[in-house]
């Protein structure tokens, strides 16, 4: 693994696999750490091909090392709209199937937003709500879309945007035609985690893999901060490491 610095930005440039030890090991110290004092651990979660390693890698330091997940109440950055937790491509399913069956989570502490909310507004205020109640973030894992999008905040996304319903993006609703099996099962709107929100966990960690996002991490760690790139008001976080393999760093 190697550690470059840009700037005020931290890269953190090695293999998946070496990418995966690392980001595993802040999970495990934290959750250690934690539960030491008595305490939860209150991760942020993220969907998507990216992460899925890494929590491959998590099962198994639970199986093989005795890491409990007891003491770990999670939030997801996002869900898609309408689909309803039994969809096999809800992100609720997808955190189960990836991660939750395979440790000793209590389901009650899992938190994805609503897939099918009365009122999204009101829904989006109690996901603020119970990370506030919760007593904030502490590691916040993020992937990146081709465009920039960080959860579902697409372009135009503000920085003090909060949790709330979105329409997807043209590219990422392309990006998902392969998972739905054709574009137009793709959901058109989602609730995601705001820009803001993002922000105010205490450590956030974006896993970027392949050349595909060469140039977009590019343009988020060094290229001006802004809503056309929502990626590139992370920036402004003192905490931040940026994850890449060779293909994503260039
Ligand atoms: P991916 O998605 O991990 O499947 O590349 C990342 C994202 O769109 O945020």
């Not at 189960?96 to 609503?114: I, S």
Request: charged share 30%.
């Amino acid at each position: 693994m190697k550690k470059v610095e840009f700037g005020s930005q931290i890269a953190h440039v090695g293999s998946t696999e070496e990418l995966c030890v690392s980001l595993a090991d802040e999970v495990e110290k934290l959750i250690r750490e934690r539960a030491a004092e008595g305490k939860m651990a209150i991760l942020g979660l993220a969907t998507g091909k990216t992460p899925l390693p890494l929590y491959a890698e998590l099962v198994r330091r639970h199986r093989e090392e005795g890491l409990s997940f007891a003491n770990v109440v999670s939030f997801n950055l996002d869900e898609y709209e309408g689909l309803g937790r039994d969809h096999e491509r809800s992100y609720w399913a997808e955190m189960w199937v990836n991660l939750f069956d395979h440790v000793d989570v209590v389901e009650g502490n899992v938190n994805v937003p609503p897939s099918e909310p009365e009122d999204a507004e009101r829904a989006a205020g109690e996901y603020e709500e119970a990370i506030r109640a919760a007593g904030g973030i502490d590691w916040q894992l993020l992937g990146i879309g081709g465009e920039g999008h960080i959860g579902f905040n697409e372009k135009g996304s503000e920085l003090e945007s909060r949790t709330r319903r979105v329409e997807l993006a043209k590219r990422t609703v392309e990006d998902a035609a392969d998972d739905f099996g054709g574009v137009e099962n793709v959901p058109t709107h989602a609730m995601t985690m705001g820009v803001g929100t993002i922000l105010d966990a205490k450590r956030v960690v974006l896993m970027a893999r392949g050349e595909g996002k060469q140039e977009i991490v590019k343009r988020s760690m060094e290229g001006e901060m802004s809503a056309d790139v929502p990626a590139s008001f992370l920036q402004k976080h003192e905490n931040m490491g940026w994850f890449l393999d060779e293909g994503a760093a260039g």
